[in-house]
C-alpha cells in the first residue's frame, strides 16, 4: 500500500510498485538470513548495515 501511494505521486523510480516491494522484500530477508545463518561472524553494530541497506535502497528506489 505504501509502495503504492509513492508510486501514485510519481516517486518511484522502479518499473512498477510490484517490483519495489518485492526488492525490498529481498534486501530484508537477504539481510536477515545472513545476521541469523552467520551469528559468529565479526558484524557491525546491528544497527549499522541495516540502517546503511534501508538508506541505500530507499535512496535508490524513491525521488526526494
Known amino acids: 500500500a505504501v509502495v503504492e501511494e509513492i ?4 516517486r518511484l523510480r522502479s518499473p512498477s510498485p510490484e517490483a519495489a516491494a518485492q526488492i525490498l ?3 530484508a530477508h537477504g539481510l536477515t ?3 541469523v ?3 559468529d561472524r565479526k558484524w557491525s553494530p546491528k544497527e549499522t548495515p541495516t ?3 534501508w ?3 530507499f535512496n535508490g ?3 526526494a
Open 33 to 35: 538470513s545472513l545476521l
Open 37 to 39: 545463518t552467520q551469528p
Open 51 to 53: 540502517g546503511a541497506l
Open 7 to 10: 508510486a501514485a505521486q510519481g
Open 25 to 27: 522484500w529481498a534486501c
Open 55 to 57: 538508506d541505500g535502497v
Open 61 to 63: 528506489l524513491i525521488k
